[in-house]
């Protein structure tokens, strides 16, 4: 049996911390919160207390204060089912510290945690139940209110699991796992992408194609390649980007969430290189099929606004399907690019390219009012900074830009951050590397 040096009680706490995205010294913080006025005095600094949760992970058990401290850090007891010195079975926090995959204990029953880690000693016991573990791991980790980097932390190590599964599994199940190994890698590229690393972006997007190939699903071939476009926008060739997004399309049908995707990334590419009138071609077309009853995916409400506003008023679209609560899996997969409610910051990038500021500027004041704080909000921000300064408008792209970096510092969404550069001019303008 294989066996650990760290005392389960600390790869549990490392396990758990690692699961919430908390850094050591994040941790640290939220102790010191949980002892109060009375209890801080006790505690050194955020550098000591990093230093004392890296002690404690490493095996030096917190002292019964401590220890209570840590527990309400948690919301959790300290002995009890869920507890962070009692807790789960040995073999679930074997298997979690082992592999890296978060460990999240309201999210699982103990038979869930049982059978997955059994199929992770034995791949051959594989089953779909194995697999629905693993995606509702991929759902628990998709929303926009995250740290980039921390989501990188958390799902990198979800696709060495699944890759260490599939070797062995039986077929049907085989297939499954390449299929939520695409769904990750394509994850982990747009988070490496949001938290400023390009090349790791390009490496998982390689990934995510390789498996959507292997596991012969058009569909995710198809979206790793309209991601591997939405990837070649920073890097500046205009040609790149409609080559992958035009390949996208081809592995799909007009009517399909990915071809949507795809050729709002052409539209992009059209407006880099200053082709008004391909850019206007692919947000009609777009707004034609939503207008026509097509499920888009999250990200695409608003091509119309941007069809409007380039001259497109003979399409005579009203509004943009959104998919509803309950559409299948392979509709909705994974979050695409941005939350309902933003759709419109996909198409103002087209409008900033092809100097139309004043429209792109209508749109992302019609649509960042009440969005959601996270780094994709943030990205918004600063694109409507960088329109405001190239209107002219000094003052309220400054105001803006302060508020942008703001909630970019708050959710480490150092994509937003390189925007704001671009306002000064102190980067050129497809910049990828810092």
Do not use: K, N
């Not at 389960?8 to 919160?33: I, M, N």
């Not at 609560?325 to 759709?343: K, V």
């Amino acid at each position: 049996m294989i066996t650990i040096e760290t005392p389960l009680w600390a790869a549990r706490l490392r396990a758990r911390r690692r699961a919430r995205l908390w850094s050591r010294r994040e941790l640290g913080e939220r102790v010191a919160e949980a002892a109060g006025d009375a209890g801080r005095d006790r505690l050194p600094g955020p550098d000591g207390m990093a230093g004392m949760v890296a002690s404690w992970e490493a095996g030096e058990r917190p002292d019964e204060m401590c220890a209570e401290w840590l527990c309400r850090a948690f919301d959790a007891d300290e002995t009890g089912e869920r507890g962070l010195f009692g807790g789960e079975a040995a073999g679930t926090t074997l298997w979690h510290h082992l592999t890296g995959v978060p460990l999240v204990p309201e999210r699982f029953s103990p038979d869930d945690e049982e059978r997955t880690g059994r199929a992770i000693e034995d791949p051959a016991r594989a089953d779909d139940r194995t697999v629905a573990y693993f995606e509702a791991v991929l759902d628990a980790y998709t929303r926009t209110d995250m740290r980039p980097a921390g989501l990188v932390g958390a799902l990198a190590p979800v696709f060495g699991a699944i890759q260490g599964l599939r070797r062995d599994a039986g077929p049907a199940v085989r297939r499954s796992l390449l299929r939520l190994s695409s769904q990750d890698a394509d994850l982990v590229s747009r988070m490496y992408c949001e938290a400023g690393d390009p090349e790791a972006a390009l490496v998982w997007s390689d990934r995510a194609l390789r498996a959507a190939r292997e596991a012969g699903d058009e569909r995710l071939v198809a979206y790793a390649l309209a991601h591997r476009a939405g990837l070649e926008e920073f890097r500046g060739d205009p040609g790149e980007v409609i080559g992958l997004a035009v390949a996208a399309r081809e592995h799909v049908t007009p009517a399909e969430p990915p071809a949507a995707t795809a050729r709002r990334h052409e539209a992009q590419g059209h407006a880099m290189a200053g082709e008004e009138d391909m850019c206007h071609r692919c947000l009609e077309e777009c707004a034609e099929e939503a207008a026509a009853g097509t499920p888009e995916t999250p990200g695409t409400p608003g091509t119309s606004a941007a069809s409007e506003a380039l001259g497109a008023s003979r399409s005579g679209v009203e509004g943009v399907a959104r998919p509803e609560p309950g559409t299948p899996d392979d509709d909705r997969l994974r979050p695409i690019e941005y939350p309902a409610g933003l759709g419109g910051a996909l198409a103002a990038g087209c409008l900033i390219d092809l100097h139309r500021p004043a429209d792109a500027i209508e749109m992302l004041e019609r649509e960042l009012p009440g969005a959601p704080a996270g780094y994709m909000t943030a990205y918004a921000m600063a694109r409507l900074a960088h329109a405001y300064a190239d209107a002219h408008e000094d003052e309220r792209s400054a105001a803006t830009a302060r508020a942008a970096l703001a909630l970019s510092q708050r959710t480490g969404a150092t994509r937003a951050m390189r925007e704001l550069l671009l306002i000064h001019g102190e980067a050129p303008r497809w910049m990828f590397a810092g």
